[in-house]
């Protein structure tokens, strides 16, 4: 079975500090993988999504940047933090090629505090 | 762009019937999604739709799609106060490989 896994569970970073969360996916090979933010436990933001190895597409104009540098691993980063950031990161992996439903799988999310 | 929309809250009693309603704008989706956020959590997948449907039914839960007047809906039944909980919908363009997500509606369960 499929399981996804994100790390660290909860953040606690200085303004202008860098940022480095990670998102890695078991038991399925190509699948398009997502970052989210979350503000006030609402509405998800998508950041990023990649549909395969080094290919990012950015949602959003912001401080942070997206990498895939393998099929199945996703790292959000950032040189520099900023208050505006914090926030909950939701990482999720959907299936591909035919007969999917293209549904998302969530992993348990990153709270980041920027003080 | 795309637009979904949901109420945000909704309180029933303890085995009532819940109806957590959706609208979205797109008429080219192809899947529509329900999911289920417990605090602190992320979110769960609890069924999904395809546009050709008009109804899927799955154990308490049921979904129905109106399409002509892009109009979806999520019913519980016999609600209890483990579906407290912040319900989601999405939706599917079927040309990317991206889904929007409503801005949630928070159900609450009073015993």
């Known amino acids: 079975s499929q399981t996804i896994h994100q790390w660290p569970a909860t953040l606690v970073q200085p303004v202008g500090s860098p940022l480095s969360l990670e998102c890695t996916v078991e038991g399925t090979s190509n699948p398009n993988l997502y970052w989210y933010r979350q503000a006030a436990g609402r509405g998800l933001q998508l950041l990023f999504y990649s549909v395969g190895i080094g290919q990012i597409s950015s949602e959003v104009p912001q401080n942070l940047s997206a990498s895939r540098p393998q099929d199945r691993q996703f790292i959000l980063s950032s040189k520099k933090l900023l208050l505006s950031d914090s926030g909950f990161y939701l990482c999720a992996w959907s299936p591909t090629g035919t007969g999917y439903s293209y549904e998302q799988y969530f992993g348990p999310g990153t709270r980041l505090t920027v003080t | ?111």
């Open chain 2, 1 to 111: 762009g795309e637009d979904v929309e949901q109420s945000l809250f909704l309180s029933v009693r303890e085995g009532d019937s819940s109806v957590i309603n959706c609208t979205y704008t797109d008429s080219s989706s192809t899947y529509l999604y329900w999911y289920k956020q417990e605090p602190g959590a992320g979110l769960q997948l609890l069924t999904y739709i395809f546009s050709n449907m008009d109804m899927k039914q799955d154990q308490r839960l049921t979904v129905l799609l109106n399409k002509k007047d892009k109009h979806l809906s999520l019913r519980i039944a016999d609600t209890q106060t483990g579906d407290s909980a912040i319900y989601f919908c999405a939706e599917r363009d079927g040309g990317y490989q991206k889904v929007t997500f409503g801005t949630g509606t928070k159900l609450q369960v009073i015993p």
